[in-house]
């Protein structure tokens, strides 16, 4: 991105704001629980996932309870799910208006991605409340995990924005994404630990963004698990290439939206 566009985000900053407070009141209207739902998501997702793996199947958890194991995965894997397959659709929801005013079109993603920020706070809380339940002591490696948060956040607004991009052009993008999202959350530590995987092959799935992610996530809150940095920096890297390349071809693909769309 140049200097100048840059420029014309922080000139829009406000419409940015609106987008995301926008999307936050058509997501719960009318929903009985709320925003109770950014709990419920990860949380059933931990009720099940622990009666099936960590129940039925003995997948191992490095020592700490499957239950805390699986969700603190799950509370950053579901923002990035939910936030790519609603920005995936926010520029075609929103076809008229990207025919009739003009603005950076960048917010309608990014304004997705800001408003799944508060169910991932929300989810957070919950997390917090299970370390208290299980005991979890912290250590001063829990300060790095807003650092790994951001990680998430720009790999997580570095696809929405391709998504978004192809979607206008490709509609079938819609139908196959839940499905490739559904696989990539198996490529993901969510279910099992990394110690799983043998050494040989953690090099090609570090190439997942979301892979060292969690496992950084999980090595900040639980002071036992040691950080793989050379992993890490493998994920932190696809990220952050992840976050360059969607912006730019979403920047060249943005002068033919109205047309397209």
Not at 32 to 60: E, K, N, S
Not at 78 to 86: D, P
Not at 97 to 108: A, D, E, Q
Not at 252 to 258: H, Y
């Amino acid at each position: 991105m140049k200097r100048d566009s840059f420029a014309e985000l922080w000139h829009y900053r406000e419409l940015l704001y609106f987008f995301a407070w926008r999307e936050i009141k058509v997501r719960y209207r009318q929903a009985a629980f709320g925003m109770a739902w950014a709990v419920i998501q990860p949380l059933f997702g931990m009720i099940i996932f622990t009666l099936l793996f960590g129940r039925l199947a003995r997948i191992p958890s490095e020592g700490i309870p499957y239950p805390i194991f699986c969700y603190c995965a799950l509370v950053l894997w579901t923002y990035f799910s939910t936030v790519v397959s609603m920005a995936s659709n926010s520029l075609i929801n929103n076809d008229s208006l990207l025919t009739k005013v003009y603005f950076p079109r960048v917010l309608l993603p990014a304004g997705t991605a800001l408003a799944g920020l508060v169910d991932l706070a929300i989810g957070l809380f919950l997390l917090i409340g299970l370390m208290f339940y299980y005991h979890v002591r912290v250590s001063w490696t829990l300060l790095l995990s807003p650092l790994v948060i951001f990680v998430m956040v720009l790999a997580t607004i570095g696809v929405g924005m391709a998504m978004a991009a192809l979607n206008v052009r490709y509609r079938d993008v819609r139908y196959a994404l839940p499905f490739v999202i559904q696989i990539w959350m198996f490529a993901t530590p969510i279910i099992y630990p990394v110690t799983m995987v043998p050494q040989r092959f953690r090099s090609i799935l570090a190439m997942n963004p979301c892979w060292g992610i969690v496992d950084a996530f999980r090595a900040c809150v639980f002071p036992g698990l040691p950080f793989d940095f050379r992993l890490i920096g493998t994920s932190i890297g696809v990220s952050v290439a992840l976050f360059l390349a969607g912006a730019y071809y979403f920047h060249k693909a943005e002068k033919n939206f109205a047309d397209v769309i």
